[in-house]
């Protein structure tokens, strides 16, 4: 398709171009034209008004064709943009879907044993596949009448075990996917927001990802997944599957 535009713009340039020489060519033609005929002196008001239209016509002309060149030339450019960017989000997308497996979850939560070594299996087996900085699971707990997410297990956490991190129903942004039953995606998190830390240093992931587990309507838990790379919509969907798997598999135990 782009080879087609450039080769019409190729022709048109050079049609542009044999339209100025013929101007010139028939400007000059038209100035010879009393000499040719030997006409005496005092011709050249006449001609004069004949000299001016024929150049304003010509002169509107070139204008009128180097507008449209550059036009022609500003859509084969904004193809070859658009064109260039429907490849990218095409092999972005294709990437996704073969880089991720719901079978590699469902053999992780099969060999897995207890809530706890569940909720490990399955957050592992999604964080590996999405090539995901941190991962967090939270299993809901009732207290006092009041409902919480607690953290019962994580992925790449600087945490001591014995840490107790918990958000009640609303608050922050696992409380309200936990009130809500919602899936949360954020594509913009603020600098120092979350810490990946290692023994290279520490970064902060730019994308988050939080999905509710849900078990015939009612969220059992809370699924966390910050990432430094986007998080493609088929890898949204796969997180969703996987938390279905996940959530089954922990009212079971």
């Known amino acids: 398709m782009t ?17 100025v020489l013929g101007a010139g060519v028939t400007l000059y033609l038209i100035y ?4 040719g005929l030997q006409l005496a002196r005092g011709y050249e008001p006449e001609f004069l008004n004949v000299y001016i239209a024929i ?15 550059r036009y022609k030339q500003e859509i084969i450019v904004f193809r070859d943009r658009a064109l260039e960017d429907s490849l990218a989000q095409q092999e972005a997308a294709q990437a ?7 079978e590699t979850v469902t053999a992780s939560l099969t060999h897995a044993k207890g809530e706890k ?35 019962k297990t994580g992925y790449a956490l600087s945490l001591a075990e014995s840490t107790v ?3 009640e129903f609303g608050e922050g942004l696992i409380g309200q996917a ?63 599957e996987a938390a279905t798997l996940i959530a089954d598999k922990i009212t079971q135990a």
């Open 3 to 19: 080879g087609i535009l450039n080769d019409r713009y190729k022709i048109s340039l050079m049609l542009a171009t044999l339209f």
């Open 32 to 35: 010879s034209l009393p000499g």
């Open 55 to 69: 150049g304003v016509t010509f002169l509107i002309g070139a204008l009128s064709l180097n507008n449209a060149l």
């Open 96 to 102: 996704g879907k073969t880089t991720i497996s719901l």
């Open 117 to 151: 070594e569940i909720l490990q299996a399955g957050l592992q087996a999604i964080c590996k596949q999405l090539d995901a900085g941190q991962g967090a699971v939270y299993r809901i707990v009732e207290e006092d009448g009041k409902r919480f997410a607690e953290l």
């Open 165 to 167: 991190i918990r958000f």
């Open 178 to 240: 936990a009130a809500n039953g919602t899936t949360l995606y954020v594509d913009d998190v603020p600098e120092g927001y979350i810490k990946i830390v290692s023994g290279l240093g520490s970064a902060s992931p730019k994308f988050l990802l939080i999905q509710a587990l849900k078990k015939t309507g009612q969220v059992v838990g809370i699924l966390e997944i910050a990432s430094f790379n986007s998080i493609s919509e088929d890898q949204r969907k796969f997180v969703e």
